[in-house]
């Protein structure tokens, strides 16, 4: 688009530097790469907990020396892993939403926006606390009570 502007005597044509058709048209793309590597992310997290899973199946566990049953493979460490590829996954679906607002947006996209960005904010936020549960369940040694039982029972 071409504006015409005067300068004195002169009149002085500015050429806008990228047409607002062609930006919306850029940052759309950019919104589609950001949300599929998102989407990529969770896929990518949801095969390898998928395949730890089978992996594990593989060889159920043994028999200790005590004559308990001990599984081989640790359900929580699995979980903690996919939980954090889902953490990254959601990021990158929000920085889309984000994105997509950035050229003249509508109250109605930025309402949509808030809402979305919400409801992701509060399933990170969960998702990120049961994250640091699982991580703190996972790096116990073997037989210690967690914190929260031994100091209620003190």
């Known amino acids: 688009m071409v504006d015409v502007i005067p300068v004195g005597r002169q009149i002085v044509a500015e050429e806008d530097l990228l047409p607002e058709s062609t930006l919306k048209d850029v940052v759309d793309t950019m919104v589609h790469l950001v949300e599929f590597a998102g989407a990529v992310v969770i896929v990518v997290g949801a095969l390898w907990a998928f395949l730890q899973l089978l992996r594990g199946a593989a060889s159920w566990g043994r028999l200790s020396k005590a004559g308990v049953w001990e ?58 606390k049961e994250i640091e549960k699982e991580r703190i369940e996972v790096e116990r040694p073997p037989g210690q009570e967690p914190a929260t039982t031994s100091a209620a029972s003190a």
Do not use: K
């Open 71 to 128: 599984p081989r493979w640790e359900f929580n460490r699995i979980r903690l892993s996919l939980g954090r590829f889902l953490t990254l996954g959601l990021e990158f679906q929000l920085a889309g939403d984000i994105l997509r607002t950035a050229i003249a947006p509508t109250f109605t996209e930025i309402g949509q926006l808030a809402a979305i960005a919400t409801i992701r904010t509060v399933l990170n936020y969960f998702l990120g």
